[in-house]
């Protein structure tokens, strides 16, 4: 089993190494870069200035009409003298080949070096550790919330499948996992957060602005009021799978001889369910966890970051993805793949634990 694990460790330099090249290649090839975008910028300035002194020649153009038509063109048409150009593709490191670049990266990828922001003049690190509790707080208290209901939903459907209770309760469920978390979200601001009924929680941020002088349980709460609508959307779509998930496989497992042994020697219902069809069934359930976990925080929390404007980990790489801010988008990526890989060898790790009559050595 040891050697399995290591492989797994192992494994993860090559992964890493991949994935930062692809996106690496892609970025190469994307349209409107950092220096773009700042010349887009200073150009559509002096169209707007020529433009009113002209007397308004160019105002049926909108303003991303304007950017996208100064990108392309060239810099010395707007007056913008090639040495600035030079200059800026210096300052950003595009003076350099492509080559010289990625191994640069790299090199300073080793040492958990992942540059400087090149809008907000700030090391990456920085930004990646200021914005991470954000994001693991959704995640985090999101997943538990979806465990801690769906676990115990499912049992209580499996005993009583066929039931009314099982029939209402799935159509809820599958009700709610219809919904978007993206629509639920503006629904949840329009109704509850100062929108057009009640103004009850907070729209911004997860503390108030004297949070840091409120008591430790007052500052808990004003917290957990912060979080309850971005919470709310995540969760509510995630509850019918893994509702539905902990019921088949509980089903399954009371279907099988050992149960029908145990009830004929007169175990209680409550003995057998929880005695011996419990770590059976609840094994898939369980080690699926790390790999819920990664899903819900860097996939499920972006578009709810964005909406309530919660400074997580989302919310950086979609600003790093409109302006192009290339240390940033490699650095997120990195983190987000590094803690992808280990969470799916955590979850390994689990399933050997909660069975230990898994052995991931026998399938080789």
């Not at 902990?246 to 009371?254: A, C, D, H, V």
């Not at 099988?256 to 004929?264: G, S």
């Not at 209680?268 to 080690?287: C, P, Q, S």
Request: net charge negative; glycine share 10%.
């Amino acid at each position: 089993m040891g050697k399995y694990f290591l492989r797994r460790l192992l494994l993860i330099i090559p992964t890493l190494f991949g994935v930062i090249l692809i996106n690496f290649t892609i970025v190469q090839f994307a349209p409107g870069g950092p220096i773009e975008q700042i010349i887009a910028k200073a150009t559509m300035g002096q169209m707007s200035t020529t433009s009113a002194i002209s007397g308004g020649g160019d105002s049926g153009m909108s303003s991303q009409a304007m950017e996208q038509n100064a990108a392309t063109q060239n810099p010395a048409t707007y007056g913008l003298d090639p040495e600035l150009i030079a200059d800026l593709e210096k300052q950003f490191g595009f003076d350099k080949p492509v080559h010289e670049r990625f191994f640069s990266m790299l090199k300073n990828y080793l040492r958990l070096d992942f540059g400087t922001s090149y809008f907000q003049d700030r090391p990456v690190v920085e930004l990646v550790v200021e914005r991470m509790p954000v994001s693991i707080s959704l995640g985090l208290w999101s997943l538990l919330l979806i465990y801690g209901i769906s676990i115990p939903l499912g049992i209580a459907k499996s005993t009583r499948d066929g039931t009314r209770f099982d029939f209402w309760t799935s159509t809820v469920i599958f009700v709610g996992y219809a919904i978007p978390g993206f629509i639920l979200a503006i629904l949840l601001i329009v109704v509850f957060a100062g929108g057009n009924y009640f103004d009850l929680f907070p729209l911004r941020g997860l503390h108030a602005e004297n949070a840091s002088e409120l008591p430790l349980w007052d500052w808990w709460v004003d917290y957990f009021w912060h979080l309850a609508l971005p919470i709310a959307s995540l969760t509510i779509g995630g509850f019918a799978t893994l509702t539905m998930l902990t019921k088949n496989s509980f089903l399954e497992e009371i279907s099988k001889q050992f149960v029908l042994t145990a009830q004929a020697k007169g175990l209680t219902e409550t003995r057998v369910l929880y005695g011996h069809v419990f770590r059976n069934a609840m094994l898939i359930i369980i080690a699926g966890f790390p790999a819920a976990f990664v899903g819900i925080l860097f996939t499920g929390s972006v578009l709810i970051e964005v909406i309530f404007s919660l400074d997580g980990m989302g919310l950086l790489s979609y600003e790093a993805l409109l302006k192009r801010d290339y240390p940033i988008l490699f650095g997120t990526v990195f983190c987000f793949t590094l803690i992808g890989l280990v969470m799916h060898l955590v979850g390994d790790i689990v399933y050997t634990l909660v069975d230990p009559r898994i052995d991931f050595e026998s399938r080789d």
